[in-house]
């Protein structure tokens, strides 16, 4: 039988114990960290539009976004990287000592390179930053020192400083690197408002996602069909027509020539609006007081579509029409909620 021999000098590990301030100092650490973001608000200026600018251009060029840091900062640039991949801007992580044995031959002439260091003075970094500036690509630096080395190389600097780590000895990099990922995540979403980039891309790019399967949903995967879709002919009266449009739960009604192609709609806020001229005219027709020429979309195009068309024209029903314009199904907001496309 073999029994366990315990090494001199190692002591038996020690049951962990929350301290009585636990609480207290997990809610200060959560305190100095909001503060460091929330400071980096009054500091955004130009520099940062210069850095999305160049960024552009790099990309107009056939350019691509390396960014690069070392211990924490280092994990802080690979999730930087990954953010900006993940949402439409070519970007990779470079390990700064790998650049000096050989990675360096990704960087190119028309790249755009990022350096994290809080300190502005990381060794690795700095060796690799003379070369990258013979390649030719230009350098956003991300650091907490605008007197450092990396800040007076840089082509654009972007302060990261923060006036105190959320550790209680001030020493291990919290508060610094919530900043720079913060600043990161800020260049990453200002990039994707400027290319437009869509649910429909994003999804492309996450094709093993549960956002892929439901942003690639099509307007026919959502829409309500046949007696789903609240209809009535032009002609109806009103009073009818409201009977109709109450049953359907959608909101609205859409009204449609003998071909059941579309010629109109009328919705709760139609209602609201022309509540008084249908209160004093009961023989009012639902083609007088519909809105003409409605905003339509076609079965294949994709769900997401239909959530830009609605939200840029401020409208909370789409009515689907085939090619001859006559109405195939009808859609809103809710079933957009339901089907998770929203």
């Known amino acids: 039988m073999i029994s366990a021999v315990r090494a001199p000098g190692l002591n038996t590990p020690r049951a962990l114990r929350a301290s009585p301030n636990a609480l207290e100092l997990a809610r200060n650490v959560l305190k100095i960290e909001a503060e460091a973001v929330r400071a980096l608000i009054a500091r955004l200026d130009d ?24 211990g924490k900062s280092g994990h802080i640039a690979r999730k930087i990287a990954s953010t900006l ?26 790249d755009v390179f990022i350096g994290i260091s809080n300190s502005g003075e ?18 956003i630096g991300i650091t907490g020192s605008a007197g450092s080395s990396l800040a007076r190389a840089a082509d654009i600097l972007l ?18 690197t919530t900043a720079a990922l913060a600043l990161g995540d800020a260049l990453a979403v200002a990039l994707l ?4 980039f869509s649910k429909a891309d994003f999804a492309r790019s996450h094709p093993r996602g549960s956002l892929h399967r439901e942003a690639l949903k099509h307007v026919a995967d959502v829409m309500r069909r046949g007696d789903g879709i ?24 859409v009204i449609v020539d003998a071909r059941r192609r579309v010629k109109g709609i009328f919705t709760d806020g139609d209602l609201r609006r022309k509540l008084d001229r249908i209160a004093t005219r009961r023989a009012t027709r639902i083609d007088q007081v519909m809105t003409s020429g409605p905003r339509t979309i076609g079965p ?30 009808a859609l809103n907001m809710h079933d957009l909620f339901r089907a998770k496309v929203l």
């Open 47 to 70: 520099r940062f539009l210069d850095a999305l600018s160049l960024i552009q251009q790099s990309m107009g060029g056939g350019g691509r976004v390396i960014v690069s840091g070392i």
């Open 85 to 110: 991949a993940s949402t439409g801007t070519p970007a990779y992580f470079v390990h700064p000592a790998e650049a000096s044995h050989g990675d360096l031959g990704m960087i190119r002439k028309n």
């Open 122 to 139: 990381s060794e690795e970094l700095m060796h690799i930053v003379p070369l990258i500036k013979r390649e030719g690509a230009k350098l």
């Open 159 to 176: 302060d990261a400083g923060v006036e105190r780590e959320a550790c209680p000895l001030n020493l291990s990099p919290t508060a610094s």
């Open 193 to 196: 408002d400027a290319r437009g």
């Open 230 to 253: 609240p209809v009535v002919r032009a002609g109806t009266s009103i009073r009818k027509a409201l009977q109709v449009m109450t049953r359907g739960g959608m909101g609205m009604i």
């Open 300 to 329: 294949q195009a994709l769900a997401v579509e239909a959530v830009e068309l609605m939200e840029r024209h401020k409208i909370n029903q789409l009515v689907a029409v085939d090619d001859a314009g006559a109405v195939v199904g």
